[in-house]
């Protein structure tokens, strides 16, 4: 059974960070192309960044260039944002994807207060 959960949200005051983790089971997790994607309230879901099956970090968002990083092992079978310098407008529901097959964790919460 494929699995994927998210983990690690929560509530931080501005510029503060936090690390998201991707748990993921019931397939080949080294052979996949992940992503992460983020769906702030009223608003559609959108892209934050993927990251290749061999650790290469693409179409990073460029609203979080600079202040978020995406990184993966493959040996855990986990998939890691790591946020920096958090803002308002991050607050959002955070997902991470199987980018091939479209599959979804059910997300984690990050809120940011100013």
């Known amino acids: 059974q494929v699995r994927l959960v998210e983990s690690g949200g929560g509530s931080v005051q501005a510029g503060g960070s936090l690390r998201l983790s991707c748990t993921a089971s019931g397939f080949n997790f080294g052979l996949e192309r992940m992503s992460w994607y983020r769906q702030a309230p009223g608003k559609e879901r959108e892209l934050v960044g993927g990251?290749?099956?061999?650790?290469?970090?693409?179409d990073l968002q460029d609203s979080v260039k600079g202040r978020f990083t995406i990184s993966r092992d493959n040996v855990k079978s986990e998939m890691y944002l790591q946020m920096y310098d958090l803002q308002p407008e991050d607050t959002a529901e955070y997902f991470c994807?199987?980018?091939?097959?479209?599959?979804w964790g059910r997300g984690t919460q990050v809120t940011v207060s100013s």
């Open positions: 990251i290749t099956s061999g650790g290469v970090e693409i």
């Open positions: 994807q199987i980018e091939r097959w479209k599959f």
